[in-house]
């Protein structure tokens, strides 16, 4: 498709120069399309997952069976969203490194069919369009992600990401 500036009038988020290819380690946000609920349900600080929670949950942890270069981390399926941080290693052998985005769309595209196959809906989008990430930049910065996703559920009566939070 080309370039229409009425259509394409989303201001990038990426660090401008960046390679986000390139070998480290990231932070990334994906949200459910309108912010829906579908993974399950936060009791008593504690994220219990449903159904499609966990095809979310397994898919995130097959990502490195399809691309040998990524290295998984912590990891939190929430009500409306997921966090994760992503290690990209580099190249091996022959095979080129994926970038960030390619890894990302894999993850989305493979979880959407199959969350839309068992809520038997078509046609429906089940994540936006985009996803938030952040580079990791030191250990410092990757403890600080680390906590924040481990301790996700227990803040989430705050979280904005949470249509009931009270604010």
């Not at 259509?7 to 946000?29: A, E, K, N, P």
């Not at 996803?131 to 301790?151: C, M, P, V």
């Not at 227990?154 to 009931?164: G, V």
């Amino acid at each position: 498709m080309p370039y229409d500036p009425e259509w394409h009038h989303r201001q990038s988020t990426r660090l401008r120069g960046y390679d986000y290819s390139s070998q480290g380690g990231y932070f990334v946000t994906i949200c459910v399309e309108n912010r829906e609920p579908l993974l399950g349900e936060v009791i008593g600080g504690q994220m219990i997952a449903n159904d499609v929670g966990d095809i979310v949950y397994e898919t995130w942890q097959d990502l490195p069976t399809r691309f040998p270069t990524v290295v998984l981390d912590a990891f939190i399926v929430m009500p409306n969203h997921v966090h994760g941080i992503v290690f990209l290693t580099g190249e091996t052998g022959a095979t080129e490194a994926p970038s960030l985005g390619l890894v990302m769309r894999a993850f989305k595209s493979i979880s959407a069919i199959k969350c839309n196959r068992h809520l038997q809906r078509s046609g429906a989008s089940f994540w936006q369009s985009r996803f938030h990430d952040r580079i990791i930049r030191d250990e410092k910065a990757h403890d600080a992600i680390r906590a924040y996703i481990e301790n996700n559920p227990a803040f989430w009566l705050r979280d904005p990401e949470n249509p009931l939070a009270a604010r």
